[in-house]
C-alpha cells in the first residue's frame, strides 16, 4: 500500500450528485420527527459512488491499480468502488447502521480489486492474524489455510475508539480505525516488506511503531502495529496469489541488482587492467558503467507511482541503495 494525496475536491460533475443523494439518504436514515424504522433502515440503495466521473476520477488518482494491494486491475476486470467506512452495515456492530452519511463521501471512496474488496476465503498463511510474526515457516504455503479475508463491510476500531453512529457523533479521528487508508500519510508507519535472498517471496508485514503518541492506540505486543496486523489480515495482502505476483517482481529485481553488481565489478576490473584512459578496456569500462546505470534507471522506473507494487519496489529499492553505490 503506498500513500496517494487526493485533491480534496471530487471532480466537479460529480458535486450535484452526491448532495442529492446525501439529503435522500439523511431523509430515509433521519426523518424528521419521528425515529427511523430499524426494519427499513436497511432498504436504502445508494447508488451515487457508481457516478462514471467518480469512477475515471479513481481510475487515474490509482493509475488503474487496486488501493489497498496495489495489483492492476485494469486489464483483468472491473473496478470495484469500495467505501473505506462501509456503507450500510458494519461487520464488528450488529447494531451499526453503516456510515450512510459517507457513502458518497469523495474521501470515502476507493478503487479496488474484487479479492480485496469482496469477502471469500483466499489462501493465507496461518497464524495469528492479531500480530503476523516472521517464523522459520512464514513461507511455507502448504502450511496455509484457507481463510476468509477482502473487506466487505468490515472497519474494526481500536480498544480505545470510540464508533460513531450519526453524523453529529463527533470527529472521524475519534474512531482510531484499525484499517489503513492510503489517501492517510502513514502506510508506510505501520507496514513493512520482508526481503530475504535465502527465501525470495514478498511477505508484508506489520511494522514496530516507534514511541509516538499517535502511535498508542496501535501498539500491539512487541510494539508492532495493529494497524498494520489488522490491515494485512482484512485486505487479505498475503494472500497467496498476491504474494506470487509481488514476488515475481522481487525476483526481477533481484535478477537486475545480480547483473548490476556484476556489470560494476567487470567495469572496475578492466579499469584496474586499463593502461591509460584512451586504451580500449578504459573505453570498455565506461560503456559497462553506462549499461549499469541504464540498468539502475530501469529498476528506477519499476518503482513508480503507476507500476504495479511500487511501495514495494521503492522500499527493496532503498535497501538496494545502501548496497550497491555506482561511481
Given at each position: 500500500m503506498?500513500?496517494?494525496?487526493?485533491?480534496?475536491?471530487?471532480?466537479?460533475?460529480?458535486l450535484e450528485v452526491a448532495e442529492r443523494e446525501f439529503e435522500r439518504a439523511r431523509n430515509h436514515y433521519q426523518p424528521q420527527g419521528q425515529a427511523p424504522d430499524p426494519a427499513q433502515i436497511k432498504t436504502y440503495k445508494f447508488g451515487a459512488y457508481k457516478n462514471a466521473h467518480v469512477k475515471k476520477a479513481l481510475h487515474e488518482l490509482f493509475h488503474g491499480k487496486c488501493a489497498y494491494c496495489e495489483a492492476p486491475y485494469a486489464s483483468v476486470h472491473p473496478m470495484d468502488v469500495e467505501h473505506y467506512r462501509p456503507k450500510g452495515a458494519v461487520a464488528e456492530d450488529e447494531n451499526h447502521p453503516g456510515y450512510w452519511w459517507l457513502a458518497m463521501e469523495w474521501s470515502n471512496l476507493f478503487p479496488s480489486c474484487i479479492d480485496c474488496n469482496r469477502r471469500r476465503k483466499q489462501i493465507t498463511p496461518s497464524g495469528d492474524v492479531r500480530q503476523v510474526k516472521?517464523?522459520?515457516?512464514?513461507?511455507?504455503?502448504?502450511?496455509?489455510?484457507?481463510?476468509?479475508?477482502?473487506?466487505?463491510?468490515?472497519?474494526?476500531?481500536?480498544?480505545?475508539?470510540?464508533?460513531?453512529?450519526?453524523?453529529?457523533?463527533g470527529a472521524l479521528s475519534e474512531e482510531q480505525a484499525l484499517l489503513l487508508s492510503p489517501c492517510e500519510p502513514d502506510p508506510g508507519d505501520h507496514l513493512e516488506y520482508y526481503f530475504d535472498k535465502e527465501s525470495p517471496v514478498s511477505f508484508l508485514l506489520p511494522k514496530k511503531l516507534s514511541q509516538a503518541p499517535q502511535h498508542a492506540p496501535f501498539r500491539g505486543?512487541?510494539?508492532?502495529?495493529?494497524?498494520?496486523?489488522?490491515?494485512?489480515?482484512?485486505?487479505?495482502?498475503?494472500?497467496?496469489?498476491?504474494?506470487?505476483?509481488?514476488?515475481?517482481?522481487?525476483?526481477?529485481l533481484e535478477f537486475l541488482e545480480t547483473a548490476v553488481v556484476t556489470m560494476l565489478g567487470l567495469a572496475e576490473q578492466m579499469e584496474a587492467e586499463?593502461?591509460?584512459?584512451?586504451?580500449?578496456?578504459?573505453?570498455?569500462?565506461?560503456?559497462?558503467?553506462?549499461?549499469?546505470?541504464?540498468?539502475?534507471?530501469?529498476?528506477?522506473r519499476m518503482g513508480r507511482?503507476?507500476?504495479?507494487?511500487s511501495a514495494?519496489?521503492?522500499?527493496?529499492?532503498?535497501?538496494?541503495?545502501?548496497?550497491?553505490?555506482?561511481?
Open positions: 503506498r500513500y496517494v494525496e487526493r485533491p480534496d475536491q471530487p471532480p466537479e460533475e460529480y516472521l517464523q522459520e515457516d512464514a513461507f511455507e504455503f502448504s502450511a496455509s489455510e484457507g481463510q476468509n479475508s477482502g473487506k466487505m463491510d468490515s472497519f474494526p476500531l481500536a480498544p480505545t475508539g470510540t464508533r460513531l453512529l450519526a453524523p453529529e457523533g505486543d512487541d510494539d508492532l502495529s495493529l494497524k498494520g496486523a489488522t490491515s494485512i489480515h482484512v485486505y487479505g495482502l498475503n494472500r497467496l496469489d498476491l504474494v506470487q505476483a509481488r514476488t515475481e517482481v522481487l525476483r526481477r586499463a593502461s591509460s584512459d584512451d586504451d580500449m578496456l578504459s573505453r570498455g569500462s565506461r560503456l559497462v558503467r553506462n549499461l549499469a546505470k541504464d540498468t539502475i534507471a530501469e529498476m528506477a507511482d503507476a507500476a504495479p507494487f514495494m519496489v521503492q522500499a527493496w529499492l532503498k535497501d538496494f541503495r545502501d548496497r550497491v553505490q555506482p561511481q
